[in-house]
């Protein structure tokens, strides 16, 4: 029977280049841009013979963890068609266990496995030049392939459980930057780190820690083994794989015993973001906030002009001549905190058709967490690239809590005053479908705008002057900074939208007639 | 809710229709002695005594299935088409009798045996009532013709001049005495009319409407009788909550006998007062819409219907007064209330930057439904309205009948007991305003209530069986269609409320042409 389940793989291998003219060609593409890929591997393993051990641990460990991530990741991410489902092995009655062997066994013919492989005897010929023994490195490769290959399959297997009826675009842009979000700020790390010839201090720490995590820590073996400290890491790679192994068994036996949840079908192709958030008034309101922040020009015109801002107020300071270190520094908390007071007034951009949330009886809470959604998945990744981005060009990495630390207390304070902002004091703004430029006659606009902000500003200033003190004292208030934003934030975040809810509650009559005026 | 009832079987096992032994007292002698009796009023629906005793003879109980007459002819033919496994009672059937184009008797003494004690001898229900879905009871030997007149004499329920709207309930005295005759003949019915009997509808209201609608003729017959409110049948509402299962002839007399305060009106209103600075927009109006109608706010432009329609929806608070949702208050439960109910607001925005599937996503998720549940209800609605093709396409490209179909659908989406609608018709167009009505018409005749407002009066006489007039913030007129408009058109009536039309002279430079 597994003989028939790698025939088959085989046969599914070499039938995508079958077929359609244009994707055979791109398949081609691709195998010609994999056997690139591994030559320079080779390449780079042949450079690393010649290098210190500690750079060549550090490369290799940085290099496996990343493979395993990227592994596991890439079926949820890129909504990959797992060949080999084993849902399509249901109707053969064989055990789970069968199904299971079978398929991982399969799983070695395919491209990126053998590109693995070819990783991995690379691998094993940098170490063994290095000088340890032969056939640990062998053990320590294979554990490595099979890590990945194990990852890979689950990752596939929770894709097709999970994420099948929610495969939409936004679900893949949204994890897209989610995946942007974690890699950006780690290469602008290594990036910004200074080698000459040894490794950082830092970069080895990392790679300590990545030891004996079930990333990196068959990669990490032979590395180890040369330095002495090898149970840790050979415990810790073995101890993986049967793990993994068990849980790809027990996922196999889920997926051969249920089937896939019905009527997921044309439906909810039309429904965007309806689709990934929970059928609640909640998510029913965030998905229609996220739908309108990114098509509606007034709030586009919101959304980029707080980037720009902040990039822009250190202009003045540049003429000033402040030293680069602090301006570097600026960006960051500025575009924290406009993005919390961006959503100050969002009630009035709904206009009349705030009818709908009335007429339905939406809690309050609903309402105001459901708005602060939009902002929440736009600012965050923003943030999660720029606050890194800073902090290389200041030079200091000591200082990423601390800076970390205020953006968070000025982002979570700003939306949680804004949250109590647009109930209790709306104002006039631009009706759909005007231009966003086209401001309405206002009487009584700009109070909110300015409470908001400089309450703000009022409400995080501990976490400003620990980063303060951080910055120019001791480092150690970084990490004080880092909580002690956080935990303002967070306070200021749920009070605010607690009394949001409260006063929209009671004020549906009041919101009425605010929108029909304007 | 309608579910017909197994037949009946007899200890042998068959289904044999097997009579209920007949009153001591024949119909016509019964109704002939009661002339004397009370209630010269409650003829409406009584058959004159006259007309029953050719019946009486030829059929043992042929009482011809008591005709309700639904509200609207879409309801009519909607009750027509749902209602044939509800008209089994025999006792429906035999409220219609009183189909007769002469003078309305008054109803007949009640029978010497208590209504339970009699329907609980019979032994089996009147099985030819489904079939004969339109069974009107009107005796279709006696008297075929009469169908249309008796509507009349029975439409009156208008001389009252109670706010309540009348349901010209088929006074339960008559349907007593009816029923021992109408188990037995029920079969024998012909459908006369087309309508629906909907006899065993636990909504009365249909039934009382069959009468005006069931003449292919249209009123001109006034109804010459006098409106004589059928006493039992005081109040609409009270039959609308027992007629749950009016299938069963044993449960429908009780239901008739229920006492009106047992019912709940769909929407009270009460002192209901809104003041926009120095206008009082809206001036202490008390208005009852019963469950299970179709009610109708009419009033000349800036009369405050769109206010006071906005009040019930709980999008504006009132200055002073109460408004209670199927008997919840609004002020102290507002998101009970809100759950009851469905809105179709007027000049207020939609978010018309989503798709119309997105928007109807939204309008269920906001009342708490499911996605499942609210896909399948989107694909049924898109169908029911015709907007298949157009679910994908933004709102914001829908011409403006497009959005009101859309917005009544996302009403509707959530089932309520209660519609408000605030001009549901404006720049819909004719086709598309058959099929509203048409679903409208089968929701009111399963027990919902559907309020609107609008300025077509041919429409709101048409289809609605109650109407309220609205002027300057003042209700001038309320109750069932005919008791507004006594003798004249809506339309006729109305401008005579609101205060005539004014002088056409003046404009004699507008016949000049200056070009």
Known sequence: MVAHVLRLRFDLLVGALRGDRRRAARMILGLVVVTAA?????????????????VADTVTVIAGSALVLGFFAAPLVGGLDDQLDPRRFAVFGMSSGAVAGAILLAGVISIPVLTLIAVGVAVTGLWTAHGASGPLTVFAVVLGVVTCMLAARIGLALAGLVLRGRRTRELSGLLLVAVLVIVVPVVVFFVSLEWDGAVPSALREAVAVLSVTPLGAAWAIPGAALTGTLTGPLLVAIGTVLALAALWVWLVRVLLTTTERPGVGRERA??????????????????????????????????????????VIVLPLLVVGVPFEYIA??????MALFFGWLVHNDLAYDSTALWMHIAAAVRGGADRAGRLVPVLLVGLPLLAIAIPLSVALHGRWAILPALAGVCASLFLTGLGLSSVSSVLAPYAVSRPGDSPFQQPQRTNGGLAQGVVLIGALVLSAPALWWGWLALTADVSYAWVALWGGIGIGLAVLLLGVGIGAAIFNRSGGRLMEFVEST | MTASLPLPENDAGDHEFVAPPLPAL??????????????ADSDTVSEPPASQEPDAPATPAPRPPRKRPARTSAARTT????????????????????????????????????????????????????????APEVDAPAAPVPEKPAPKPRAPRKPRTRTRLVRPAEPEAEIVVEEPEVALAVVEEPEVEPEP??????????????????????????EPEPEVEPEPEVEPEPEAEPAADADLVVDALPELEVDVDAAVPALRLRGVTKTFGQTRAVDAIDLAVPAGTFYGIVGPNGAGKTTTLSMIAGLLRADHGTIEVAGVDLAADPAGAKRLMGILPDRLRTFDRLTGRQLLHYYGVLRGLRSSVVESRTADLARAFDLSDALGRTVSDFSTGMTKKIMLAGAMIHSPRVLVLDEPFESVDPVSSSVILDILSAYVAHGGTVILSSHGMELVERVCSGVAVIVAGQVLAQGTVDEVRGELTLEQRFIELVGGVSDVEGLEWLHTFSD
């Open chain 2, 26 to 39: 024949s119909a016509a002698d019964a109704a002939a002695s009661a002339v004397a009796a009370d209630h």
């Open chain 2, 79 to 134: 009750a027509a088409r749902t209602t044939t496994p509800r008209t089994t009672t025999p006792r429906t059937t035999a409220k219609r009798t009183p189909a007769k184009p002469t003078a309305v008797p008054p109803p007949p003494p009640p029978p010497p045996t208590p209504a339970s004690v009699a329907a609980a001898r019979f032994d089996t229900d009147p099985a030819p009532d489904v079939e004969a879905t339109a």
């Open chain 2, 197 to 222: 009997i909907v006899v065993p509808e636990p909504e009365p209201e249909p039934e009382v409407e069959p009468e005006p609608e069931m003449e292919p003729e249209p009123g001109p017959q006034p």
């Open chain 1, 270 to 311: 039309g429904l965007g973001w309806f689709v990934l958030t929970p059928s609640t008034p909640t998510g029913g309101i965030a998905a229609r906030s996220l739908i309108y922040w990114l098509r509606d020009p007034r709030h586009l015109v919101n959304l980029v002009i707080v980037p720009v801002t902040a990039v």
């Open chain 1, 329 to 334: 520094l600026v960006p960051a908390p500025v």
């Open chain 1, 38 to 54: 591994v030559v320079g591997v080779f390449i780079a393993a042949a450079r690393l013979r010649g290098v210190d051990l500690a």
